[in-house]
Structures are given as structure tokens and as C-alpha cells.
DNA sequence: GCGACAG
DNA sequence: ATCTTGTCGC
């Protein structure tokens, strides 16, 4: 069974103003979860659920979204939709640039995925609603953002030069709508550093997207983590919209 | 005015 | 995100 938008109201609307923009986002964080549910895989058990990851690739005025879904390590279905781009990149409104596109490939997804993967943050973000948040909250999935660099938040620890493994906290600074010192994500090395010093590996920056704490994030995207920097289903959907891209020139 | 800023 | 060749290193 495909899976269909539960808070519709939050489907990304490019056309309202910055700052109905920032309203919505305030108001889809407040019913967001940023913790376990019943639901929520478990890091441990990967082999039962459907995991999908999701990301895009621009081509002149479209998008391509891609999703592919595994199962027991296993790719069970690639999807993909091209829809126009209908704003500019801006800091902390990512989710109302991409997250249309997102819903477009969603949409043709027949299997029901029990957790999603966004490239991008979740609740690391100054209103608590980055993209992953946004999409999972609009489809009640648990979702977990994994961003290639911070957008907002304070590492617990300095970060370079850690060994594969190593994470620290991610806590919430006067920038971020959120008690300060609040654990909003965290800071995981999946890749060594190169040791020539000139050439290091960054961490990412995994928080949660709806319905999954900030500790199972991580320890899901560490599971996932295998041959490359990036967990394998967001790494996979990043390669196969490349690949579309590719067939649309 | 200055600095910061997912993709 | 995207524009882009070679090159250093495991």
C-alpha cells in the first residue's frame, strides 16, 4: 500500500511569503516528534523494514527527485518525478525548494517504507523543521535528516580529525528555536579523515526527522553506513537522480 | 553594518 | 545544488 499525506495542510507552498513560511514551519515543529515511537525501527533489526532514501539533482528549471527503497539490503523499487523549480535556495527554507519535488516521487512510491532518509537536516534547524521533519511530519513516517554540513546548532566537541565511530552532540544555541544546550542531533564520523592532514572527511550531521530520537538517529545512519561517507539509501538515491538527470539531455 | 547560512 | 581535469593516495 503507497503511502499518502497525512498533514496535508504543511505540503510546501511556494508561493506564501517568507515569513507564512516561518509560521508553518514553527507550527509543524510543535507536532513533531523528536523521539521513539513503537514504530521506529530499531538500529539492530534492519532486516524486516523498508528504508527509503531520497535526494535530488537540478537540471535548468527542473528537479529530479529520486527515491529508492531497500529491504534486508536489498533495493526493492526506484521512483523518481520532475517538477519545476518554483524558488531559490534559502537558508532554512529549504523544505518549500525541494520538498514539493519530494511529494511528487513520494507519491509514486507503491511500497509502504517505514522510515525515510533525507538529504538534509531535520530538527538541526533554526525553527526545528528542516526538510526531514517537514516531509516526515506531512506523512506521519519517522524520518531522519543527514546533512553534509551544519546549518545551525553548536557541536559538543570539536570535530575534526575523529575516528570512524565517533559522534558528539549537536546542542541548540540562541540561534535555534529550542531550550539552549538542547541535544538536537549530532555530529557522526562515518569516514576516517585522511591522516596527510591536508585532506579531511567532515562529519555528517544527523538529526532527527519525525518520530525518532536524536540517539536512533544516529545509530540508524550508522548502521547504514557501510562502503561509503553517506548511509546507502541516501547514497543510492543521489546516484540514481545523477542517472535520470543523465537520460534527460 | 557584520557574520552565518542544509541543498 | 552546479560549473569541471587531473591528481594524490589507499
Redesign the pocket.
Same mark, same amino acid.
Given at each position: 500500500m503507497p503511502i499518502s499525506p497525512v498533514n496535508s495542510q504543511f505540503i510546501p507552498n511556494a508561493s506564501l511569503s517568507r515569513s507564512e513560511m516561518e509560521e508553518l514551519q514553527r507550527s509543524l515543529a510543535s507536532i513533531a516528534t523528536f523521539d521513539d515511537t513503537p514504530e521506529t525501527p530499531s538500529p539492530t533489526a534492519l532486516t524486516d523494514p523498508i528504508i527509503i532514501g531520497v535526494?535530488?539533482?537540478?537540471?535548468d528549471e527542473q528537479v529530479i527527485s529520486a527515491v529508492v527503497a531497500f529491504r534486508d539490503g536489498e533495493i526493492i523499487e526506484r521512483t523518481y518525478a520532475v517538477s519545476p523549480i518554483e524558488l531559490?535556495?534559502?537558508? =532554512? $527554507?529549504?523544505?518549500f525548494?525541494?520538498g514539493g519535488p519530494i511529494c511528487d516521487a513520494l507519491d509514486t512510491l507503491t511500497c509502504t517504507p517505514d522510515l525515510a532518509l533525507f538529504?538534509?537536516?531535520?530538527r538541526?534547524?533554526y525553527r526545528q523543521? =528542516? $526538510?526531514?521533519t517537514?516531509i516526515g511530519v506531512i506523512y506521519d513516517l519517522p524520518s531522519v535528516?543527514?546533512?553534509?554540513?551544519?546549518?545551525?546548532g553548536t557541536p559538543q566537541a570539536p570535530t575534526d580529525r575523529r575516528p570512524v565511530g565517533w559522534r558528539t552532540p549537536i546542542r541548540a544555541d540562541e540561534?535555534v528555536d529550542a531550550q539552549i544546550g538542547t541535544t538536537i542531533g549530532y555530529a557522526y564520523q562515518s569516514k576516517q579523515y585522511?591522516?596527510?592532514a591536508t585532506?579531511s572527511v567532515n562529519p555528517l550531521?544527523v538529526s532527527p526527522g519525525h518520530r525518532v530520537s536524536a540517539e536512533t538517529a544516529t545509530e540508524l545512519v550508522a548502521a547504514l553506513c557501510t562502503a561509503y561517507k553517506l548511509p546507502r539509501p541516501t547514497q543510492e538515491a543521489?546516484r540514481y537522480?545523477?542517472e535520470v538527470?543523465q537520460t534527460l539531455r
Open positions: 535526494d535530488q539533482a537540478f537540471c531559490p535556495y534559502i537558508p =532554512g $527554507l529549504l523544505a525548494r525541494e538529504d538534509g537536516s531535520g538541526i534547524h523543521a =528542516g $526538510l526531514a517537514h535528516g543527514v546533512a553534509k554540513s551544519l546549518l545551525c540561534q585522511r591522516p596527510s585532506t550531521y543521489d537522480a545523477a538527470k
